[in-house]
């Protein structure tokens, strides 16, 4: 990666005395002038390439002001579907070796989105697990690159209400509970799929599935993901640890925000050799000082909070890490729903992250028809496989105002959908 050039000028401080005029009986008055120091470091921002389609976002004291920070238009523009998925929570993204890019997202809608006003129709369907992929040049994406994975209903009868619906990647057998995606890998020419089994009504989590596929001719092909087995029992931890990845050492590490009682801890499990079916190891600080990588979580009531990875409780949701140089870097957004996402280092891929900063502050508001303002920012994700320059990538989405703003109103569909984010020079931030 080209490194942004700075030109660091020194502050000059000077002192000066003055001495006024006193008679025989008085002490000389020694006045001091203000000490002045003027921040004369120039800032060149990185070299944009105009096809990339990169918008600046204004920083107002939000930022460092070495950090650049631009959305990027050209994503949002392949995530604004007219048919099929419509919006939902990404949730990760993960390269196949081919090349090809597999999304993760929750709490989607599928149907129909008129194209001129974003109007997304009032007979779209929620769908709790879904993915799609995306071919083409990952530099230079368009719409029609992305494709559902998930199953339709019909395509054929415009006028059905079923029309372009989608079906659940794995359906829950309790109409109180409910499967969410976490991560995804590629191992032993198949695609393996971690989800979370929840509550409906609350966070609690009762264990961990696992879907294997293969892929069968190409994308937007009906039946081109083929499941292969699915392991509802895979795994019965209830911490939520898959929430991102980190392949590095020989070794697939998993981070997760825990809350516990109002208070969030990052933790991190990990697999030999990127395999899930190999043993998960939990890294958990034991009672006598030490960490130490053991096969089964203890109770995670006692054990969770005390093995937070995040250097004076720290804490922040949705962790991911990324290495660059000699240093791994953790960043998560502000806990809960914060605007705010910090960055922490660490020399260790198990942490201690230490040494916070804000990282960038996401607008408040979204480039939409219509209201422009949301409720809550409810994922930052990294998606570093779309790297141009050594640069972090981010999707973020949001809910409305108010439910009924996700349905048939001008702009209702650019809604709880992925906007994306570019960060430059953010390394400037520990120089």
């Known amino acids: ?143 029609s690159d992305l494709h559902s994975l998930n199953a339709f209903v019909q395509t054929t009868n415009p006028d059905a209400k079923d029309y372009y619906n989608g079906e659940e990647l794995l359906k829950s057998p309790r109409t109180n509970r409910r499967y969410y995606p976490l991560i995804a890998n590629y191992s032993d020419n198949q695609l393996h799929l971690l989800l979370g089994y929840f509550a409906t009504a609350s966070s609690t989590r009762y264990s961990t599935a696992k879907l294997d596929y293969n892929f069968n001719g190409k994308p937007g092909d009906a039946g081109y993901l083929q499941l292969i087995n699915s392991n509802e029992t895979f795994n019965s931890n209830t911490l ?50 030490s960490y130490a990588w053991v096969d089964k979580m203890p109770d995670k009531t006692l054990a969770a909070p005390r093995s937070n ?34 960055i922490w280092r660490s020399k260790s891929p198990a942490g201690p992250f230490t040494d916070q900063k804000t990282l960038f502050v996401v607008p408040e508001y979204i480039d939409k028809i219509g209201n422009r303002y949301y409720s809550n920012l409810t994922h930052v994700i990294m998606h570093q496989s779309l790297s141009r320059k050594g640069e972090l990538v981010f999707s973020t989405t949001q809910t409305t105002t108010s439910g009924s703003d996700n349905f048939t109103y001008p702009g209702s569909a650019d809604y709880l959908r992925p906007y994306f984010f570019r960060v430059f020079n953010w390394q400037a931030l520990f120089e």
């Open 240 to 289: 939520d640890l898959e929430q991102s990845q980190l392949i590095d050492d020989g070794y697939t590490y998993m981070y997760g925000s825990n809350v516990l009682n109002g208070n969030s801890q990052v933790l991190v499990c990990r697999v030999k050799d990127h395999k899930f079916d190999n043993k998960f190891e939990y890294y958990i600080l034991d009672t006598d000082g």
């Open 1 to 143: 990666m080209k490194k942004s050039y700075y030109m660091i000028m020194s502050g000059l401080v000077s002192l000066a005395f003055t001495f006024t005029a006193c008679d025989d009986y008085g002490n000389a008055a020694i006045g001091y002038e203000d000490i002045v120091t003027e921040d004369t470091t120039e800032v060149t921002p990185p070299e944009i390439d105009s096809q990339w389609q990169l918008k600046i976002v204004s920083n107002n004291g939000q930022n460092d002001r070495r950090v650049f920070v631009y959305q990027d238009k050209l994503y949002d523009a392949m995530f604004s579907a007219t048919t099929g998925w419509t919006g939902g929570d990404i949730v990760f993204s993960y390269r196949l070796p081919d090349g090809k890019i597999v999304w993760g997202a929750r709490d989607s809608y599928f149907g129909v989105v008129d194209p001129k006003t974003r109007a997304r129709n009032a007979n779209a369907n929620t769908v709790r697990t879904a993915m799609l992929i995306q071919d083409g040049d990952i530099n230079n994406p368009k719409p």
């Open 309 to 342: 990875i995040l250097a004076d409780n720290g804490a922040c949701q949705y962790p991911q890490v990324v290495k660059d140089g000699k240093y791994y870097y953790l960043i998560g957004q502000k806990y809960a729903n914060g605007n705010a996402v910090y």
